[in-house]
Each structure stands twice: as C-alpha cells, then as structure tokens.
C-alpha cells in the first residue's frame, strides 16, 4: 500500500530565490511534510537553496519546460510521482485522492486526474466517471498538472519529455500530451480518475497566444503523435474551431498554411 511518504512532487519553476511560492501551492497543507523536488531555471545571481532534506533543488541555466520536467524524473526516487507548476493549488488532502487511486487500483502505471480553474469550476470537460484508459480525444487534452506515474514504470519504459516541446520551444504547447502518448505507446496503463487535487489560477498558454501561432505549435504536435495522419487532426480541429466560432471561415486557409509550415518545421528541427 503506497503511503504519503512515497509521494514526490516534481515543480519546475523559474528565477526563486525563496520558498514563498510553495507556501502559496500549500495553503491548506504544511509542504515541508511533503517529498518536493524542485528544478529552478535561473542565472548565477539568484539561486534557490534548501536545508530540509524532504526539498532537493536543481539549480539549472538551461531554459525550456520539458528539460525541466526531464531532470526532474532523472532525479526522483520516491514511487509516486506528482508533475506541477509554481502556480497551482493543491487541495486539502490531494494526496488522498492519489494513494487511494494507485491502492485500489494497483495494475496501473498513472493516472490522469482533474483541476479547477481559477472561479472553482472544473478547468475542462472531463469524463464524470473512471476511465480504464484515455482516448486520442483526452491525450491530446492532459495537462501536466493532472499527471501522477508510478516512477519504476518510467523508468522501465525509459520515457521521457520530448525536448522539443514545451515553454521555451519553437514549439511551446504539447509536451504533456506527447509524453502521455508516448507512455500509453510504450505499453503502460493509464487510467483517468475524476477527482480534483490542484486548481490552476492562470489562462492557459494557448488562450494567449494568437491562434495561428497555436495551429503551427499544434500541427507539430499531432504530426509527432499520429504521423501522416496529422492533416486529419488538423481538419478536425479546423472544423470544431469553426463551430466554437473560435475562428472565421476567411482564415482557414491562412491557418493550414501555418499548421504545414509547423509540421515542416518540426520535421526540419529533428533533422539537425
């Protein structure tokens, strides 16, 4: 039976000095009772340092999120492990959720979990009950903050981020759903658990971002996980953008073009 003490959270965060921002994702728990380990992307005047030994720090000058994420599983050794950011909020007792998800379901290698958003809602349209596995529809949907693995099956499968996904990339968006992709690929059972452990205060990166940005980051995206097949996803999302009126008919044109200059793009960036 896993316990609290073999939960580890994985944060990737930027430029800390202090340990204010952990005290601002715990509000409703101590997080010094917590296994954290923390990678701070930072120059040499502005380090992070840590005397508990449940915190280890990586200090590192190296900029993108997915490298962030990777020293980070490189590191971890405890068995459950939890991916975040230094701007979310844990809930009261989110851990329970975890362990009981693993305990009772025990021939699973991760799950997938729910957030809330900033007003308390839920963050997505999430399925309402347990899911045995995830569709294409809610890989390409997972953010990171919802992921929780059993380490030993990571390190099993050697699975890592792909480093050329992720904030402070050509291609900024998509990492979480490559790396479950590739996960679930690999032969690991993902599962899907509807309960909340975090809320997430802040507009996603793809709400601010200008859409033909987002269709020449996501092309590369699907063109990574599906292949050749990546001009269907790429239909599909023109299609429900339409329908959402989150675009008009005079810039689908102008958008495919994008979305095949991205798969280019990418094709050309893993030549090198």
Do not use: C
Not at 66 to 86: C, E, G, P, V, W
Not at 141 to 170: H, M, P, Q, W, Y
Not at 172 to 182: H, N, P, Q, R
């Amino acid at each position: 039976m896993y316990q609290k003490s073999d939960i580890e959270i994985l944060v990737a965060t930027m430029n800390q000095s202090n340990f204010d921002f952990l005290e601002a994702m715990f509000l409703f728990s101590d997080f010094s009772q917590f296994n954290i380990l923390i990678v701070n992307q930072t120059d040499e005047n502005k380090f992070l340092v840590s005397d508990n030994e449940k915190i280890k720090v990586f200090n590192v000058f190296e900029k993108g999120l997915s490298k962030s994420r990777n020293l980070a599983l490189q590191n971890a050794t405890k068995d459950l492990l939890i991916f975040t950011d230094d701007d979310i909020i844990f809930k009261q007792n989110f851990e329970a959720n975890i362990l009981d998800s693993f305990n009772t379901h025990t021939n699973f290698d991760g799950f997938r979990f729910q957030f809330l958003n900033r007003k308390g809602n839920l963050a997505k349209k999430y399925p309402t009950t347990f899911q045995s596995k995830l569709s294409q529809f809610e890989i390409l949907n997972t953010s990171s903050v919802e992921l929780v693995f059993k380490n030993n099956s990571l390190k099993r499968v050697a699975i890592k981020f792909d480093e050329n996904f992720g904030l402070g990339t050509n291609f900024y968006m998509g990492e979480e759903a490559i790396f479950v992709s590739d996960v679930i690929k690999s032969g690991l059972k993902v599962g899907f658990v509807p309960e909340q452990i975090l809320s997430h205060s802040q507009v996603t990166t793809g709400h601010k971002t200008a859409i033909s940005k987002i269709y020449f980051a996501q092309s590369a995206v699907f063109y990574r996980i599906f292949g050749k097949m990546y001009l269907f996803w790429i239909a599909l999302k023109l299609i429900f953008d339409l329908k959402q009126s989150k675009i008009n008919f005079t810039e689908v044109v102008h958008l495919f073009k994008q979305a095949q200059k991205g798969k280019k793009a990418y094709v050309n960036a893993t030549k090198l």
